[in-house]
């Protein structure tokens, strides 16, 4: 796992190379307390596209991980796994960087809960997260301000 001094993280790649791309599972920290990771984009089986400001799961078809730098936001075809929210609208087959530490603004709305809650994808929908439920829930972020759909991420990586 690479720590990068810099990068754009609001850009994508549809191949990588070495020494002139981020490479899958290189992880950003930013001096503010933001941490990102760089992973492939799939569809999933629902062929879900990436949208900025969306959660992506860890993909897992058939209910096999796919391995930790492979995401989905087809909540269907994931291990029901946060993997972090999507800086930019990655293409399929592509890669690109998700937030996974931190504050920030998600594009849907919440599922459900209130401020303060504890969020995870399970009983989500695609692209959201929902309240934490079970303890048996993997916690992947919290609700800081529902309404306005802002979350302090803790995405495991």
Same mark, same amino acid.
């Given at each position: 796992?690479?720590? @990068?001094?810099?990068?754009?993280? &609001?850009?994508?790649?549809? *191949?990588?190379?070495?020494?002139? $791309?981020? #490479?899958?599972?290189?992880?950003?920290?930013?001096?503010?307390?933001?941490?990102?990771?760089?992973?492939?984009?799939?569809?999933?089986?629902?062929?879900?596209?990436?949208?900025?400001?969306?959660?992506?799961?860890?993909?897992?078809?058939?209910?096999?991980?796919?391995?930790?730098? *492979?995401?989905?936001?087809?909540?269907?075809?994931?291990?029901?796994?946060?993997?972090?929210?999507? #800086?930019?609208?990655?293409?399929?087959?592509?890669?690109?960087?998700? #937030?996974?530490?931190?504050?920030? *603004?998600?594009?849907?709305? @919440? *599922?459900?809960?209130?401020?303060?809650?504890? @969020? &995870?994808?399970?009983?989500? $929908?695609?692209?959201?997260?929902?309240?934490?439920? @079970?303890?048996?829930?993997?916690?992947?972020?919290?609700?800081?301000?529902?309404?306005?759909?802002?979350?302090?991420?803790?995405?495991?990586?």
């Amino acid at each position: 796992m690479a720590i @990068l001094a810099g990068g754009n993280i &609001t850009e994508n790649y549809t *191949t990588l190379e070495a020494g002139n $791309t981020p #490479q899958v599972g290189d992880v950003y920290f930013t001096p503010l307390g933001k941490v990102y990771k760089f992973v492939q984009y799939v569809g999933g089986a629902g062929v879900v596209a990436a949208v900025a400001g969306n959660v992506a799961y860890y993909f897992a078809p058939s209910g096999v991980s796919a391995g930790a730098e *492979t995401v989905t936001s087809d909540l269907s075809d994931s291990a029901g796994l946060g993997a972090g929210v999507l #800086q930019i609208a990655i293409p399929i087959n592509s890669y690109g960087w998700v #937030q996974i530490k931190g504050t920030a *603004t998600i594009t849907p709305a @919440l *599922t459900a809960g209130a401020d303060g809650n504890a @969020l &995870t994808a399970v009983g989500a $929908t695609d692209g959201t997260l929902d309240v934490s439920a @079970l303890v048996t829930d993997a916690i992947v972020a919290y609700a800081i301000d529902a309404s306005a759909k802002i979350i302090k991420c803790d995405f495991p990586f």
